[in-house]
Each structure stands twice: as C-alpha cells, then as structure tokens.
C-alpha cells in the first residue's frame, strides 16, 4: 500500500485578490508562509518517507517547510504543476467574465467542457492526462511508504476525482482550501479517499471563504 498526503499550497495575494494564477509563479503571502509553518507543525509527527512537489514555488516552499521538519528532501514533478489558464492567467476574475463571457459560464456551470483560450491554455482534461500517471508512479515507485505531495487546487480537485472513478464534471463539488490536508491510499490497484480538506491546523473545522481565482 501507498499513502499519499495530498496538501494545497499556501495562500498568495493573487488567491485573496482573485487574480488567476495557473502557471504564474506566484510567491506565498506572509499570511500563506504562516499557514504553511502551521501545517508543518501539525504533520512533524506524522511519519512520511518522501516528499514530492509542484515546481512553482507556492507549492514548493509549502512542501519545503514540511520537509525539512522531517529532514527531507523534496522532489520536483512538472506533472504536478497548476493547470494553465492561458488568456485567463493573471487576469482579475471580474475581468474574465466581462472579456469571455459564455467561456467564463461554462467554466463554472461544465468546467469539464472548457478549454482555457489562448497559447498554453489547457483543459482539466488535459490536467487529468498528466496527473493520473504521476500517481500511479507513486503507488508503484513508493509502495509500503507514506509520501507528501503538495500541489494546486485544481490539480487535487482533479486528481481527486478520477482516483474515485467521479467524472471531472464533479470539479466544484470538491473544495481544497488554502495548505488543506487530503490522504488518499492505493492497494492492489485500487485507490480510497481517508480524509478531505481538512484545515483543523488552521484553527477552523471548515472555511466559509470561496476564492475566485484558481
């Protein structure tokens, strides 16, 4: 068996401002580093053998702060990297509806319908095609091992859905908080959920804050 401890980064000002970020390499707050010195703290007694990372730095230093409690390493994986927004990135989500009016819609409405427009912009599809492969490494790579990863709110939600065999239209009906914690386990090829976006390191059982942008 392997078991993952699946995180989301920290929070950046583009989170608060509702500023897409994708694949901008966007730097943690001060309040973002604070959340993840929180949620090292809170796992510096959980064993964990490895430890694998988005390579933006959000991530990164999320993961690196949890590592080094651990003195471990941690690994870069580009499959693990935010879905890119193309056109979308960088942009304010105020702007995004008023400019793509009917994608912006849909993106919320059939998220698995869309593909972002513009060079680079991809699809969740597109996101699946790249996650779903570096977790079935990690269950043969890791087996009998815990392994922390740490990525993007996209990237769980997906990663989430289709190791559950859920549609990615499910996309919204999963929330990943700022630094939340999710453990997923394989055996024998299968895959079950044990815990989801938990935020109890926060000091709160759930968040009543939505953000805008991914």
Not at 38 to 43: C, T, V
Not at 47 to 54: E, M, R, T
Not at 120 to 135: I, Q, T, W
Request: charged residues 25%.
């Amino acid at each position: 068996m392997v078991r993952i401890i699946l995180v989301r980064h920290g929070q950046t000002e583009w989170n608060v401002t509702g500023r897409y970020q994708g694949q901008e390499d966007t730097p943690l707050s001060a309040y973002g580093r604070e959340q993840g010195e929180k949620l090292a703290r809170s796992l510096k007694d959980i064993p964990f053998d490895v430890c694998l990372s988005s390579p933006l730095q959000r991530a990164f230093i999320t993961a690196k702060l949890c590592a080094d409690l651990h003195n471990l390493s941690v690994e870069k994986d580009e499959r693990l990297t935010e879905i890119h927004h193309g056109d979308w990135g960088g942009r304010l989500t105020e702007e995004i509806e008023s400019l793509y009016a009917d994608e912006f819609k849909a993106w919320h409405k059939a998220p698995h319908t869309v593909k972002m427009p513009g060079a680079g912009g991809e699809s969740l599809e597109d996101v699946r095609k790249r996650v779903r492969p570096a977790f079935d490494d990690y269950a043969a790579r890791f087996a009998g091992k815990t392994v922390l990863v740490a990525a993007h709110d996209a990237v769980n939600k997906v990663i989430v859905c289709d190791l559950l065999g859920m549609g990615i239209d499910k996309f919204w009906q999963i929330k990943q908080d700022n630094t939340c914690i999710n453990v997923l386990e394989e055996q024998d090829g299968k895959w079950r959920l044990v815990l989801l976006n938990s935020t109890l390191h926060m000091g709160y059982l759930f968040s009543t804050t939505d953000q805008k942008g991914l």
